[in-house]
């Protein structure tokens, strides 16, 4: 997209923005907001700093806490279905109840213990098999010349625009016993009755790599592009074979995209709902399945939040090795 | 590109790219099927784009996702802007560090914690101070704009770090106020990235079925909502007819901004061009 357009866009823009906001300033209810702020030392800079502070505090950080909170509570039937945490007594005494027996039963339950594992081992083959397909996708592109890379690059980006939930829906049509697939291949011949594609771990693995797949390759190709290709002559040059040189120059050049591509289909992948919903048998257990199934069909608010906290920890601890593998990675 | 490993890389290539497209192009193909049977072809026919214009539900959902998705790409990219702006070129303050832990957590966050943690937070809040009274409309736009502004944030930021500095110090050293600088000079600069932060906010809260669902209340069912509701039911040649309008729309609006692109790229070469011969 050419930068000049959206240039001659943005000038307009600004200059009409300026005596607007100049003259929003003037409103009676906005000057005494700003008054506020004013007196309570927010001006200028503060108020900029101040107000997305205020709001992911609020909207991101506060919520944390109360599911942290609830995590520890008792499950009650009432509105809302969870016990207080704390009470103050008519004496004014301060009792606080905490309650591990969600986690005790987390860990009891080997349903928690199967979701959580299964959702990693899913979630790192889904990210293995978008690797293996991704690479030489990414490769051949950014080894394209530089018209068909732009368009290439567009194809990529294109689906994240239309619908998740529609793409995914698309292989239930594609998957299903009298779906696409199955009715090409009997009509061709080739199989006699259909085969059982939805409702499997499959269809599943089918889902996750279909939708992340981009997330795969845009990082891999930015990598790719910004190798320099006179290494690969210089090692052609002192007689390495090609497929040596990919091995020794390319892919190791390639490690920080490899690093972002494979983290950014493991995440996602991790908690994904939608796919193992839509795709997957009742014996496909996903951790984000299992968190939604407790909270809308059993009402289990403190389980919930305790599967919530757990799964946290485990983004965490993922998000920590990332930043490790890839600061080993971009180190020379 | 004859040579057998670059043969493969095409091969593999078309194959990929088939992979992405197909289950697309099925969707619009079988949306012409006349069959109710999605997926068993039976004549063309375009009698369930009909059918869909007339089902009250999906044009009820679909006009407040765009509500919701017009005020949620508003709030994201004022937010996410600002705290672009504290990032990159405030220096280092206080709680600094914990902002930008802030602001880039959301994207990572698996959907069902954000939506399960916001609707703890206003089920709290309602209890607490008896506000927002129920949910539905508001919550889901406050909770969309909060995971959306992240989106911004990042996009506007790398176009923030790229920019030349010179000319806001320029402006800065000639006497222009901070608020003036941003406006008449960083904003047009960084539109680019407003637009396309814009665009995200907005294809994102259209397209957000886990956190919507967590936060709405009875009442307020967004397209992605509804559209799930009955696709766990099985297919649904509506669901294929509104695919095919969804996909028609992208595409008209990626050729759209293509083309005036284009036209703005030819205008500016045509202004180098008169500036040249003028200063000859």
New interface residues.
């Given amino acids: ?11 307009q ?2 200059t009409s ?2 005596p607007l ?1 100049r003259n929003l300033v003037r409103l009676a209810p906005i000057r005494i907001l700003l008054n506020l702020f004013g007196r309570l030392g927010l001006r ?2 503060g108020l ?2 101040f ?3 205020a ?10 806490v ?2 942290l909170k ?1 995590s520890f509570a008792d499950q009650l039937i009432a509105r ?1 279905p969870y016990s207080a945490l704390w009470e103050l007594s008519e004496k004014g005494y301060l009792t606080i109840k905490l309650n591990l027996n969600n986690y005790r039963f987390l860990i009891d339950d080997a349903l928690y213990w199967k979701a959580y594992l299964n959702s990693v081992k899913i979630a790192f083959v889904s990210a293995l098999i978008c690797l293996i ?2 690479y ?2 990414a ?3 950014a ?1 394209a010349d530089k018209a068909w890379r732009n368009i ?1 690059l ?3 980006i ?10 995914v ?6 998957l ?1 016993n ?3 697939i199955n ?1 090409a291949l009997l009509g061709l011949g080739l199989i006699d009755q259909p085969i059982v594609m939805m409702k499997t771990d499959f269809a599943v693995y089918v889902g996750i790599v ?1 939708s992340y ?2 997330f795969m390759i845009l990082p891999l190709f930015t990598a790719l592009e910004k190798m320099d290709v006179t290494l690969l002559e210089a090692a052609a040059d002192l007689g390495c074979k ?1 497929l040596k040189a990919f091995f020794t120059i390319t892919i190791p050049l390639s490690m920080p995209g490899i690093i972002a591509g494979f983290s950014l289909v493991f ?2 992948a ?2 994904e ?2 796919i193992p ?2 795709l997957g048998g009742t014996d496909t257990l996903m951790i ?1 399945h299992v ?2 199934n407790e ?2 069909s059993n009402r289990a ?1 403190p389980v ?2 305790a599967v ?1 906290i757990a ?2 920890l485990l ?1 965490l601890v993922i ?1 920590y090795l990332q930043s490790r593998f890839q600061r080993a990675a971009e180190a020379p | 590109m004859s040579n057998p ?2 043969r ?3 091969a ?2 078309c194959m ?2 088939a ?6 192009l ?2 619009i193909i ?1 949306s012409f099927n006349s069959n109710k ?4 072809w039976a004549g063309f026919s375009t009698k369930w784009y009909g059918i869909l214009l007339r089902n009250e539900q999906i044009l009820e959902a679909a006009w407040l996702s765009l509500k919701i998705g017009f005020i949620t790409a508003w709030i994201a990219v004022v ?2 802007t ?2 672009a ?2 990032l990159t070129r ?1 220096g280092p ?1 206080r ?1 600094r560090a914990l ?1 930008s832990g ?2 880039t ?2 994207l ?6 954000t939506g ?3 609707l ?2 206003f ?2 809040m309602e ?1 607490a101070i008896g506000w927002p009274a129920g949910r539905g409309t508001f919550t889901i736009i ?2 969309h ?2 995971f959306a ?1 992240a989106y911004v944030a990042v996009v506007v930021q790398s176009r923030l770090v790229g920019m030349d500095p010179s000319i806001e110090e320029a402006a800065m050293d000639l006497g222009a106020k ?3 600088v941003f ?2 000079i960083t ?6 990235a407003l ?1 396309s932060g814009w665009l995200l906010a907005f ?1 994102l809260s ?2 957000d ?2 956190i919507a ?2 936060v709405s209340g009875p009442g307020a069912s967004t397209l ?1 909502m509804v ?2 509701s009955k ?2 039911l ?2 649904s040649p509506e ?2 007819a ?2 095919t309008l ?2 028609a729309v ?1 595409a008209a ?2 050729v759209g ?2 083309l ?6 030819k ?2 070469q045509r202004d180098i061009q008169m500036a040249i011969a003028a200063n000859k």
Avoid at chain 1, 55 to 64: H, R, T
Avoid at chain 2, 108 to 113: C, G, K, L, Q, S
């Fill in positions: 997209m050419s930068r000049a357009g959206y240039l001659a866009l943005g000038d823009l600004a923005a300026e906001i200028g800079r900029v700093i107000l997305p502070y709001w992911l505090a609020l909207f991101f950080l506060i919520p944390f109360i599911v609830i809302p397909v991704g030489p996708m490769y051949g592109m080894r290439l567009m194809l990529v294109l689906p994240f625009w239309t619908s998740f939930l529609l793409r829906y698309a292989w239930i049509g594609l299903n009298n779906g696409i009715n279909y797949l981009p090609p995440i996602p991790l908690g709902f939608v919903d839509l984000g968190l939604w909270f809308f608010w919930a939040s919530a799964m946290l983004v998000l | 490993r670059s493969f890389v095409t593999w290539m990929g790219f992979f992405l497209y197909i289950p697309i099925s969707l079988y049977l999605v997926t068993v937010l996410g600002l705290v702006l504290c405030f303050f709680g902002l802030l602001a957590a959301p990572v966050m698996p959907e069902v914690i399960l943690s916001l703890l937070l089920v709290a209890q406050v909770a704009a909060t502004l901070p608020a003036k406006f008449v904003l047009p600069i960084i539109f680019p637009l294809t259209l397209d079925l886990v669902s967590f992605p559209i799930y696709v766990r099985g297919l669901i294929n509104l695919a969804l996909v992208v609006m990626v901004i293509g005036f692109s284009a036209r703005q790229e205008i500016r």
